[in-house]
């Protein structure tokens, strides 16, 4: 059930870990823009045999549609960007320049100010951006309702209290199959306490929270998450927050390791469900509420659309090799 607005001075968390070392710029979308990264490097998990990859968006597209993620990964066809999406780049971007500044100074007039630099760093890594609004005016309301957005993180928690660990945190772990889990946290908070080191991990979405029977969905990512950091480093994170800034409300868990247990043998029956469908070819669709903003819904049978011809010879299956976003549009 989603829980009423967070008071605007939660807990606070430890004094921030130094930041991971910062590294050379590498292409993984729109989200990659700004100042250095405050993550680890994404390399294989050393010593690990790895013959798959696979992240909690990827995951969740081929439980909402097995087609799509054959569109996305198998296929990999190229999809526009959006005004939704770019706004979550726009918006995540903001609160991650936000905890650079002195804590005193992180207000919502600030984040408001940081808005339009950020999107001007966007449009210089990728100027045909400038092609999704047709006129000034549509530009400056999409960039008041990034704005907006960022009015409602303010009701949710107070940035001058915190310090976080880390933010767009890249992790991995590789399982016993091979399979890695990775992507990223959008941010990590740390502490030291008497039971040993806590951890809460936040991810940020622009839309709204969902209902009551979609909860279980939208917690899966972190539940994702939280089973990749207990399995790297040993810690079983204390609490996991999902702010959703389009309706100011928030979604709590505090995972259990039977939990985490249960994830993982959940991805493992996902990722057997995965190849027995490469196997197969029977990547079906699988109509839903989310049909209306997908990019492939032309290409869909189940509107009329025909799929491109899979290759007649399926060896493998096509790793996910594709650098994990930071923002997955609207959440």
Aim: glycine fraction near 6%; charged fraction near 25%; charge should be neutral.
């Amino acid at each position: 059930m989603t829980t009423p607005p967070a008071p605007a001075t939660p807990a606070p968390a430890a004094p921030a870990a130094p930041a991971a070392p910062a590294r050379a710029a590498r292409s993984r979308g729109p989200a990659a823009i700004g100042p250095g990264r405050h993550e680890e490097p994404p390399v294989p998990t050393e010593g690990a045999r790895v013959v798959a990859s696979l992240s909690p968006s990827r995951a969740a597209d081929f439980v909402n549609c097995p087609l799509r993620y054959r569109f996305r990964v198998v296929d990999r066809l190229p999809e526009p960007p959006s005004e939704a999406a770019t706004r979550g780049t726009v918006v995540h971007a903001v609160l991650e320049r936000l905890f650079d500044l002195p804590a005193p100074e992180r207000t919502p007039p600030a984040a408001a100010s940081l808005v339009q630099p950020v999107w001007a760093d966007l449009l210089a890594r990728d100027p045909a951006l400038a092609a999704l609004f047709d006129e000034p005016a549509a530009l400056g309301a999409w960039l008041d309702s990034a704005r907006d957005l960022l009015t409602g993180y303010f009701t949710l928690e107070d940035p001058r209290r915190l310090a976080p660990a880390a933010r767009e945190l890249y992790v991995e772990h590789v399982l016993e199959s091979g399979l890695r889990l990775r992507g990223y946290v959008d941010r990590l908070d740390e502490a030291q306490t008497p039971q040993g080191t806590a951890l809460r991990v936040i991810d940020y979405k622009t839309g709204r929270s969902p209902g009551p029977a979609f909860e279980g969905a939208a917690m899966f990512q972190m539940r994702f998450y939280a089973l990749v950091l207990w399995r790297s480093r040993g810690v079983l994170p204390r609490e996991l927050r999902l702010y959703y800034l389009g309706d100011r409300s928030w979604l709590r868990a505090a995972p259990e390791e039977s939990e985490l247990r249960a994830t993982e043998r959940r991805i493992e029956a996902l990722w057997a469900a995965i190849e027995r469908a490469h196997r197969t070819g029977d990547w079906r669709a699988t109509p839903g509420r989310l049909c209306d903003w997908c990019d492939h819904k032309s290409r869909c049978p189940a509107f009329g659309g025909t799929p491109p011809p899979l290759p007649e010879a399926r060896t493998e299956l096509p790793v996910d090799d594709a650098v994990p976003a930071v923002c997955e549009a609207d959440g």
